[in-house]
C-alpha cells in the first residue's frame, strides 16, 4: 500500500545540522497528515512535528520547536525535517509516518504507515 524510507540521519557534534527526508511509494501521500516521531534508548517512542496534507498546519513538540523544521513536497511524494542547533537530547532513532487522514494528527496510534527508521546521534 504506502512505504516510508528514511535517510539522512548520521552522527553530529552538538550545534550541527541535520535534514531527513522520508520518501514515500506505492501510492501518492498528497491526502495524508505525515509526522516525525523518535525513540531514544530506555524510552517511549515520542512525537517530534507533525504536518496536514498541505503543509499549511504544522506541529513541534516542545523540545524541538524552533530548532526542527517540518515540511513537505507532494509532488515529490517527501517529506523533510530540517533539525538545526541539535542537542545531545535529540539522538534517538526518527521514524516517519503517514496518517489516512488529511488533517494533522500527533497520536503515535493513529499512524497507518512507518518508515524503518534512521539513527540520528549527537555528541558533546
Known amino acids: 500500500q504506502v512505504q516510508l524510507v528514511e535517510s539522512g540521519g548520521g552522527l553530529v557534534q552538538a550545534g550541527g545540522s541535520l535534514r531527513l527526508s522520508c520518501a514515500g511509494s506505492?501510492?501518492?501521500?498528497?491526502?495524508?497528515?505525515m509526522g516525525w516521531f523518535r525513540q531514544a534508548p530506555g524510552k517511549e517512542r515520542e512525537s517530534v512535528a507533525a504536518?496536514?496534507?498541505?503543509?499549511?498546519?504544522?506541529y513541534y513538540a516542545d523540545s524541538v520547536k524552533g530548532r526542527f523544521t517540518i515540511s513537505r513536497d507532494n509532488a515529490k511524494n517527501t517529506m523533510l525535517l530540517q533539525m538545526n542547533s541539535l542537542e545531545p537530547e535529540d539522538t534517538a532513532v526518527y521514524y516517519c509516518?503517514?496518517?489516512?487522514?488529511?488533517?494533522?494528527?500527533?497520536?503515535?496510534?493513529?499512524?497507518?504507515?512507518w518508515g524503518q527508521g534512521t539513527q540520528v546521534t549527537v555528541s558533546s
Open positions: 504536518i496536514n496534507w498541505s503543509g499549511g498546519s504544522t
Open positions: 509516518a503517514a496518517a489516512a487522514s488529511p488533517a494533522i494528527v500527533t497520536m503515535r496510534g493513529e499512524y497507518n504507515y
Open positions: 506505492g501510492r501518492t501521500l498528497r491526502m495524508f497528515s
